[in-house]
T-cell receptor, first 113, second 113 residues
Framework: KNQVEQSPQSLIILEGKNCTLQ??????????LRWYKQDTGRGPVSLTI?????NTKSNGRYTATLDADTKQSSLHITASQLSDSASYIC????????????FGPGTRLSVLP | DVKVTQSSRYLVKRTGEKVFLECVQD?????MFWYRQDPGLGLRLIYF???????EKGDIPEGYSVSREKKERFSLILESASTNQTSMYLC????????????FGDGTRLSIL
């Protein structure tokens, strides 16, 4: 069964610190992997999209990595800000005829002053 | 910027009622999606549409139907609402290219009493 797991479930850090969120998946065949940020009460917003051939992609202070061999991805947040408090969702797209996205449960990040 | 607008942020209905959730996108996207989001679970696909009047069942279509009469509008219908359909409902759209991100609305929090 295609699955996406994320860890930790929740994380609390102090403003200015770095953190790394993890994503493991069993989706096959693989098309691409996405990270989304979801603020409380809002819809998810795309941060990065990586294909099989990409092993790192950055968007400002957000850097995503992908190891397609071990089926793992990470999202690294540098110099965290209060506005980074949100849920971060890992999504893996299955390579097939349709638009099949498998969503992880998300990691809830809280950045404290 | 792409805008996906959901008609209601909060909705309260009674068991057995027919409920309509509306979604409009302004970027001429071919694909539109309806998901539900429950605590501790990843987003789950209810229905997907890749063109006007075209639809495909997602992972949890039971108790729901959809309508796409115009390209920009995708409606989700709860034929006879039940308490287990209390949830956050998210609409998304994307272009035909599988590598494009999904753009989400801010969700409708639906309570069935």
């Amino acid at each position: 069964k295609n699955q996406v797991e994320q860890s930790p479930q929740s994380l609390i850090i102090l403003e200015g610190k770095n953190c790394t969120l993890q994503c493991n998946y069993t989706v096959s065949p693989f098309s691409n992997l996405r990270w989304y940020k979801q603020d409380t009460g809002r819809g998810p917003v795309s941060l990065t999209i990586m294909t099989f051939s990409e092993n790192t992609k950055s968007n400002g202070r957000y850097t995503a990595t992908l190891d397609a061999d071990t089926k793992q991805s990470s999202l690294h947040i540098t110099a965290s800000q209060l506005s980074d408090s949100a849920s971060y969702i890992c999504v893996v797209s299955e390579e097939n005829y349709g638009q099949n996205f498998v969503f992880g449960p998300g990691t809830r990040l809280s950045v404290l002053p | 910027d792409v805008k996906v607008t959901q008609s209601s942020r909060y909705l309260v209905k009674r068991t057995g009622e027919k409920v309509f959730l509306e979604c409009v996108q302004d970027m001429d996207h071919e694909n539109m999606f309806w998901y539900r989001q429950d605590p501790g679970l990843g987003l789950r696909l209810i229905y997907f549409s890749y063109d006007v009047k075209m639809k495909e069942k997602g992972d949890i279509p039971e108790g729901y139907s959809v309508s796409r009469e115009k390209k920009e509008r995708f409606s989700l219908i709860l034929e006879s609402a039940s308490t287990n359909q209390t949830s956050m409902y998210l609409c998304a759209s994307s272009g035909r290219d599988r590598g494009q991100p999904q753009h989400f609305g801010d969700g409708t929090r639906l309570s069935i009493l």
